[in-house]
Structure formats: structure tokens, C-alpha cells
């Protein structure tokens, strides 16, 4: 069986940013998950000691705070500064810019409609920016629902697909007469995106690697599966099952933005060991 990488995969600039942050800032503790990537998050705390809080009252004044790259809500923020504690924000600056145009799209009188998943942690942050009417929706017919005055600016979150957003846009220009439109979607995305799309097309088995909570990988899945049906999301090695490459010639690997190359690596591996 062949095996072979998607031209384009795994830790996208944000998170290589990320993840030397916390590396610099020993004995610290990130406030909620770094990444969406359990066995890294495991790493930094046994390497380094970085710890994981979820809970905003557990820093006090003078700790260390990491801010996560998917970022946090503008009053969460503040209260941190307020109670003087030493925030060092490894927020992703893709994710930092649609928080930027949200602010000042609302400041400026316009409608915010945010295309991702409201209960996201990177869409919390995004929302919390604006001033005014702030809308989330996942889909163009949830448009009609909306009580949206006539200016109207829209961004996506930065791992949805270019394909959905267009849709979105579409419609709103329906029905709109001015629309202010930021393609506020990740360049990695795009090209992880195409990558895994052109390999699933070659395939006959593909191994989409990446946390389950991960929101960017969960999309590389879904257009493998459009592809490739039998295509398989795992975190790790031990995800692995031989059944799947039972008389299979071809597997076509690809990860997520926040998976390190060395899960990546022992997922290869593995797979060259079952098919001996």
C-alpha cells in the first residue's frame, strides 16, 4: 500500500507562534486549551510546565497568564489587566483581525453577521468585539431570520470553507444594498484544504489527523469523506485500526493546524507497520 502526505498539512503559523510562546513562559498556565490538541497541551505541561485553567478566578495577581490562539472575550481580557496579571497573548493574529473589522464595522454603524459557530471559542472572542447587532449564523437560511438594518459587514471564522461563505455573502447581497464583506478565512486553511481534496481524490483510504474538538480539522475531514469514503478522523496512533487498509492501495494522510509533526510522524509509522 502506498502512503502519502497531503502537500500541505499540520501546525499553521498561528499555532507554531502559539506553541513557542508557551515554550518561552515556563511554570505558567494557559487560559482554556492552547490549541485544540490534547497530547501537545499534555507535552508543554511534562516539558515545561505549562498548565491548563479554564477558570478565569484562578489567576491572581502577578501569575502568568497565556492567552489561547483562538483568542478570548474583550471583557475577559480586561479583567485580567484589571487584577494586574501578566497576560502574554499567543492569540492567532488571523483570528486577532476579524476581532479588529468587528469592532470597527460596529463602531461605524454597521450590522455584524459572523459566519461560524457561536459556541466556538474563537467566534466567543469575535462576537465579543462588536457594539450593537452582532449575528452568528452557519448557514445562508438562517439569514432570513435576522433583523438586519441596511449596511451590513460580515466575517467567517478563520477555518470555515471558502465555498460556505460565498453562500453566505451571496445571500446577504440579495437582500442588501451596501455589504462590507473581510475574507477573514486562514490562507493555511485554504491551502490544507485544497491539499487534502486533491489527495482524497487518489485515494482509496485517508487518515485525517487532529483533535476531535479541532474545528479546522473536523472541515480537512469532511471534504476528505466527500472524496474519499472511506476516510477515517483520529488524535493518534492508538486510533488506528487495521481493518481500515485491509485490501487498500492507496492511503493518503493529512492533519490539522494544531497536530504536531511528532503525532504525525508516529500515525506514518504505524500505518507502514500495519501493512507489513
Known amino acids: 500500500m502506498k502512503i502519502e502526505l497531503a502537500e500541505s498539512y499540520g501546525f ?11 515554550e518561552e513562559n515556563r511554570n505558567s498556565s494557559t487560559y482554556g ?5 490534547a497530547n501537545e497541551i499534555a507535552r508543554l505541561k511534562n516539558d515545561f510546565n505549562v498548565a491548563l485553567s479554564e477558570n478565569l478566578d484562578t489567576f491572581k495577581a502577578g501569575d502568568t497568564a497565556v492567552i489561547r490562539t483562538h483568542g478570548i472575550p474583550k471583557e475577559e481580557l480586561a479583567l485580567l489587566n484589571r487584577r494586574n496579571v501578566n497576560v502574554v497573548d499567543a492569540t492567532c493574529p488571523y483570528v486577532t ?14 450590522d455584524i453577521v459572523i459566519f461560524g459557530d457561536e459556541a466556538h471559542p474563537e467566534i466567543k472572542g469575535v462576537k465579543s468585539y462588536g457594539v450593537g447587532n452582532v449575528f452568528v449564523i452557519n448557514a445562508p437560511e438562517e439569514i432570513d431570520a435576522l433583523k438586519l438594518r441596511e449596511k451590513v459587514a460580515t466575517v467567517a471564522q478563520t477555518t470555515r470553507k471558502i465555498e460556505d461563505y460565498r453562500q453566505i455573502v451571496g445571500k446577504l447581497m440579495e437582500t442588501h444594498k451596501e455589504v462590507r464583506v473581510f475574507n477573514t478565512i486562514c490562507n493555511a486553511t485554504f491551502d490544507n484544504q485544497d491539499a487534502v481534496r486533491a ?3 487518489k485515494a482509496d483510504v485517508m487518515v485525517i489527523i487532529g483533535g476531535k474538538n479541532s474545528s479546522n480539522t473536523k472541515q480537512l475531514y469532511a471534504i476528505s469523506k466527500e472524496f474519499c469514503p472511506d476516510s477515517y478522523h483520529i488524535e493518534s496512533k492508538d486510533d488506528l ?16 493546524a494544531s497536530t504536531p509533526d511528532w ?14
Open 241 to 256: 485500526e487495521p481493518g481500515w487498509f485491509s485490501g487498500k492501495e492507496f492511503c493518503g494522510i493529512s492533519a490539522g
Open 199 to 201: 489527495l482524497a481524490q
Open 263 to 276: 503525532i504525525i510522524d508516529e500515525v506514518v509509522e504505524a500505518i507502514e507497520h500495519l501493512r507489513r
Open 33 to 37: 486549551p492552547l490549541i485544540h490538541n
Open 97 to 110: 483581525k476579524p476581532q479588529q473589522i468587528v469592532e470597527e464595522m460596529s463602531t461605524q454603524g454597521y
Open 12 to 22: 499553521c503559523f498561528g499555532v507554531k507562534r502559539a506553541i513557542k510562546i508557551a
